[in-house]
């Protein structure tokens, strides 16, 4: 995944799994790679959360937080051709102004109170589909 140099960097990619089990939808979100080099916890399958800040008087961002790229190579080790599955990757941008932010601003009003200051924006992948035999 590769930064919107217009946009803020990168936080972390996540792999998103569905399956059926016992007739029951099962999901799992799993942090796959973060940026600055935070290890992701072999046991909970999550980085410690990177601690960015948003100027909420002028949006503006810690452009030097973060990554400009991110890649890495996941297996699922869980994997059973007995269950049906799908994945799909969701990569994780650091926290921005919401909309209404930027409108608040612009305005010379207070942000909403009843909506979050920040946002974190996503985007995700096509899903991957795998039939069981």
Not at 32 to 55: A, F, L, W, Y
Not at 66 to 78: P, R, V, Y
């Amino acid at each position: 995944a590769e930064q919107d140099l217009l946009d803020a960097p990168l936080d972390k990619i996540q792999i998103i799994k569905g399956w059926t089990e016992n007739g029951e939808v099962k999901e799992e979100v799993m942090d796959v790679i973060c940026s600055e080099g935070r290890i992701v916890n072999s046991d909970t399958n999550k980085c410690p959360p990177i601690e960015t800040k948003v100027n909420l008087s002028d949006c503006s961002f810690d452009r030097k937080r973060g990554a400009k790229i991110l890649k890495t190579l996941w297996t699922d080790n869980n994997f059973s051709t007995q269950q049906n599955t799908f994945y799909y990757a969701r990569v994780i941008q650091n926290p921005t102004c919401r909309w209404s932010t930027y409108d608040s601003l612009r305005y010379g009003e207070d942000p909403p109170k009843d909506y979050p200051a920040t946002i974190t924006e996503m985007a995700w992948s096509s899903p991957i589909w795998i039939r069981s035999h």
